[in-house]
């Protein structure tokens, strides 16, 4: 009896050891590529109809000629419903890609992303398979995690080592193990440490509400050290830094709507919170924020003065609308199609209601919250149309992780809901790779390397074989729904191939590599919790 207890205990402790082995302690760096065919010497995609993120409408036929990682000609090789003049083609490549009646367009560009975490994503090779699968063949991590971490994973992905996109490293002053001059709290260690972060190699700064002394000093080194710069100016500090306190001082970019709105209201200088607003409350905090519809004056003249000078100061706005959806409709986006499948069940208990988990602020979401958001996002989307209307530059990013937002689908998202804005699905296609390369070339002051389908450029490309112009929809991994000729319900669309720097990846075959990823998941954790 003694000898089977000691080997039951021997069993237990061996078998919490092996599953615990699979849980890791940090974040896993991306594992050899192992995925991914090229580059090629020649690779010809042929027949293609292009739309070229310029914001140009789409042509076609078309074959495209990309030599190592290289676009080296787009060349027109017909007419539509004419046959192919076979004369008129490019000479064949070492590698070909059938693409008649499907559609190239440039990769897509996130301009907000995190690589996940221990309690949510620990493998980046799952974030980074979402990312590609979806077409992002360029994420702007802000940051990736931390500093070390991400110039680590940016050099691997830039020689192609991973499976993952190109990564533009933007950092919160004062990290770095190696960095010896503590937080950030006077403009002279500001300095000293972006100076330091530039010759880490870092591309970019992440800023929050800093004072305006401290900002200054973040900014204007940036701009000297040819670095750039992006902004959540947070409820915190915003009454002393606002959007157009900030972009004043030359930052480069806001992102989400933090400081926007404070910066053009009409009747106070800071949000009128409730008397018991408690900012660690979650709940308070972003049940409270979409209130700020009513506190500004769409097309007022503190509105139209404010479109105008940031216009004037060519400050990009990268709204992330999608990781904020879910307060317009939580049921919706905690529902949606692609969690069964593909999303980790340590990421679905983080985005699960606690009172600790960021984001995860569903204590008590009533429909009178759900209005305040939707009439929040009319007014938020509004003031982003106008602007990109009158000049300005637009960009797409999605911070996904939190929220019930999943990497890549809430990509899409964000696309779909620039069209909801009223941007016409090329201007959408044009702030998700054009705009986005264009900001974050600015800071360098050279061209773009991609961000078009055009000879000269990088190979970054999306096919997918429905038109996303005709339907957002077919950019999700699900597809999107349809009824056939035999009134059968299908699923159309997803992408079919990411080409990332010369490299073809099957879009299908890494969403399937997530989903066994998940499964994994599932035979260790258990299933999705439903609530």
């Given at each position: 009896?003694?000898d089977?207890?000691?080997?039951?205990?021997?069993?237990?402790?061996?078998?919490?050891?092996?599953?615990?082995?699979?849980?890791?302690?940090?974040?896993?760096?991306?594992?050899?590529?192992?995925?991914?065919?090229?580059?090629?010497?020649?690779?010809?995609?042929?027949?293609?109809?292009?739309?070229?993120?310029?914001?140009?409408?789409?042509?076609?036929?078309?074959?495209?000629?990309?030599?190592?990682?290289k676009?080296?000609?787009?060349?027109?090789?017909?007419?539509?419903?004419?046959?192919?003049?076979?004369?008129?083609?490019?000479?064949?490549?070492?590698?070909?890609?059938?693409?008649?009646?499907?559609?190239?367009?440039?990769?897509?560009?996130?301009?907000?992303?995190?690589?996940?975490?221990v309690?949510?994503?620990?493998?980046?090779?799952?974030v980074?398979?979402?990312?590609?699968?979806?077409?992002?063949?360029?994420?702007?991590?802000v940051?990736l995690?931390?500093?070390?971490?991400?110039?680590?994973e940016?050099?691997?992905s830039?020689?192609?080592?991973?499976?993952a996109?190109?990564?533009?490293?933007?950092q919160?002053?004062?990290?770095?193990?190696d960095?010896?001059?503590?937080?950030?709290?006077?403009?002279?260690?500001?300095?000293?440490?972006?100076?330091?972060?530039?010759?880490?190699?870092?591309?970019?700064?992440?800023?929050?509400?800093y004072?305006?002394?401290?900002m200054?000093?973040?900014?204007?080194?940036?701009?000297?050290?040819?670095?750039?710069?992006t902004?959540?100016?947070?409820?915190?500090?915003?009454?002393?830094?606002?959007?157009?306190?900030?972009?004043?001082?030359?930052?480069?970019?806001?992102?989400?709507?933090?400081?926007?709105?404070?910066?053009?209201?009409?009747?106070n200088?800071?949000?009128?919170?409730?008397?018991?607003?408690?900012?660690?409350?979650?709940?308070?905090?972003?049940?409270?924020?979409?209130?700020?519809?009513?506190?500004?004056?769409?097309n007022?003249?503190?509105?139209?003065?404010?479109?105008?000078?940031?216009?004037?100061?060519?400050?990009?706005?990268?709204?992330?609308?999608?990781?904020?959806?879910?307060?317009?409709?939580?049921?919706?986006?905690?529902?949606?199609?692609?969690?069964?499948?593909?999303?980790?069940?340590?990421?679905?208990?983080?985005?699960?209601?606690?009172?600790?988990a960021h984001?995860?602020?569903?204590?008590?979401?009533?429909?009178?919250?759900?209005?305040?958001?939707?009439?929040?996002?009319?007014?938020?989307?509004?003031?982003?149309?106008?602007?990109?209307n009158?000049?300005?530059?637009?960009?797409?990013?999605?911070?996904?992780?939190?929220?019930?937002?999943?990497?890549?689908?809430?990509?899409?998202?964000?696309?779909?809901?620039?069209?909801?804005?009223?941007f016409?699905?090329l201007e959408v296609?044009?702030?998700?790779?054009?705009?986005?390369?264009?900001?974050?070339?600015?800071?360098?002051?050279?061209?773009?390397?991609?961000?078009m389908?055009?000879?000269?450029?990088?190979?970054?490309?999306?096919?997918?074989?429905?038109n996303?112009?005709?339907?957002?929809?077919?950019?999700?991994?699900?597809?999107?729904?349809?009824?056939?000729?035999?009134n059968?319900?299908?699923?159309?669309?997803?992408v079919?191939?990411?080409?990332?720097?010369?490299?073809?990846?099957d879009?299908?075959?890494?969403?399937?590599?997530?989903?066994?990823?998940?499964?994994?998941?599932?035979r260790?954790?258990?299933?999705?919790?439903?609530?």
């Open positions: 009896m003694r089977l207890f000691r080997i039951s205990i021997v069993f237990s402790i061996l078998i919490a050891f092996i599953f615990g082995q699979d849980k890791p302690k940090s974040i896993l760096p991306g594992p050899e590529r192992a995925e991914g065919d090229g580059p090629f010497k020649r690779l010809v995609i042929r027949g293609a109809t292009v739309i070229d993120g310029s914001g140009a409408p789409p042509r076609g036929p078309v074959d495209i000629v990309i030599e190592g990682n676009i080296t000609s787009v060349s027109g090789v017909g007419y539509p419903g004419v046959a192919i003049n076979e004369k008129r083609r490019p000479k064949a490549g070492d590698f070909e890609i059938d693409a008649h009646g499907s559609y190239v367009l440039p990769g897509f560009i996130d301009m907000h992303t995190h690589a996940g975490s309690q949510k994503a620990p493998e980046t090779e799952y980074y398979k979402l990312w590609l699968a979806h077409g992002v063949t360029t994420v702007r991590g940051g995690s931390s500093l070390e971490f991400s110039l680590s940016k050099e691997r830039s020689k192609n080592e991973i499976t996109p190109r990564i533009w490293a933007y919160r002053p004062g990290q770095g193990k960095w010896k001059g503590g937080s950030i709290k006077d403009p002279e260690t500001a300095r000293k440490w972006v100076k330091y972060a530039a010759k880490k190699g870092v591309d970019g700064l992440k800023l929050g509400s004072e305006p002394r401290i200054a000093a973040l900014i204007d080194e940036a701009i000297k050290q040819n670095l750039g710069t902004a959540h100016l947070a409820q915190t500090g915003v009454a002393r830094m606002n959007t157009i306190d900030a972009a004043r001082l030359g930052l480069g970019t806001q992102t989400h709507y933090y400081g926007l709105f404070e910066s053009m209201y009409e009747n200088d800071v949000q009128p919170w409730p008397v018991d607003m408690n900012y660690s409350n979650e709940q308070h905090r972003f049940g409270q924020v979409a209130r700020q519809w009513s506190l500004v004056k769409p007022g003249k503190k509105w139209e003065a404010l479109k105008k000078e940031l216009i004037e100061l060519d400050m990009t706005m990268d709204p992330t609308m999608t990781i904020y959806a879910a307060g317009r409709d939580v049921m919706m986006a905690r529902n949606a199609d692609w969690h069964n499948i593909y999303t980790l069940p340590s990421q679905w208990d983080f985005y699960t209601p606690s009172r600790e984001g995860s602020y569903w204590f008590d979401w009533t429909t009178r919250d759900e209005i305040a958001w939707k009439k929040f996002y009319q007014v938020w989307m509004q003031f982003l149309n106008e602007y990109k009158a000049g300005g530059r637009v960009t797409t990013g999605s911070d996904s992780g939190f929220i019930y937002k999943l990497y890549g689908f809430g990509y899409i998202e964000e696309l779909e809901l620039l069209q909801e804005a009223g016409h699905p296609i044009r702030a998700a790779t054009l705009h986005g390369a264009e900001t974050l070339h600015k800071p360098l002051g050279t061209p773009v390397e991609f961000g389908v055009k000879a000269g450029l990088l190979a970054d490309l999306v096919i997918v074989d429905e996303p112009l005709a339907n957002m929809k077919v950019l999700y991994g699900t597809g999107a729904v349809k009824i056939n000729e035999d059968e319900v299908v699923r159309v669309g997803g079919k191939y990411t080409i990332k720097d010369g490299i073809v990846y879009a299908k075959q890494l969403l399937k590599d997530v989903e066994n990823m998940v499964k994994k998941a599932k260790r954790d258990g299933d999705l919790t439903k609530y």
